[in-house]
Nanobody, 127 residues
C-alpha cells in the first residue's frame, strides 16, 4: 500500500514553468513504477509521463515531449514533473500514480495499469 500526495500546482502564464512533486508514503517506494496523468474539465484522464522503478527509463506523451521532464528520488520517496514552456492547453488537474513494478525497468502509460492515485493538483496556464 502506498499513499500519494501531490503539490506544486498553481497559476502560471503561458511560456512559464512549474514543478510538481508527489510524495509517497511507505518504505518500498523504489518498488513502484510511477506516472503522471492530467485531466481537463469534461475530458478523460490522459497520460503525461512515466518513470521506471530505477528512474532510468522515462516515457512521455507526444504532447509534452521536449517540454516536461519526469524524475524520481527514491531516497526521498518523491517523483517530480518539471513543466516548461507551458501552454494554455496544459491546464488540468495533474495526478501522480503508482503501481508495483516487477522489473526495475518496468513503466506504464495506461491509467488502467496503475493501482494508487493521489488527490491531484490544479495547474492553470493563462494566455
Amino acid at each position: 500500500q502506498v499513499q500519494l500526495v501531490e503539490s506544486g500546482g498553481g497559476l502560471v502564464q503561458a511560456g512559464g514553468s512549474l514543478t510538481l512533486s508527489c510524495a509517497a508514503s511507505g518504505r518500498t517506494f523504489s518498488s513502484y513504477a510511477m506516472g503522471w496523468f492530467c485531466q481537463a474539465p469534461g475530458k478523460e484522464r490522459e497520460f503525461v509521463a512515466a518513470v521506471s522503478r530505477s528512474g532510468n527509463i522515462l516515457y512521455y506523451a507526444d504532447s509534452v515531449k521536449g517540454r516536461f521532464t519526469i524524475s524520481r528520488d527514491n531516497a526521498k520517496n518523491t517523483v517530480y514533473l518539471q513543466m516548461n514552456s507551458l501552454k494554455p492547453e496544459d491546464t488540468a488537474v495533474y495526478y501522480c500514480a503508482a503501481r508495483l513494478g516487477y522489473y526495475s525497468g518496468d513503466y506504464y502509460y495506461s491509467k488502467n495499469d496503475y493501482d494508487y492515485w493521489g488527490q491531484g493538483t490544479q495547474v492553470t496556464v493563462s494566455s
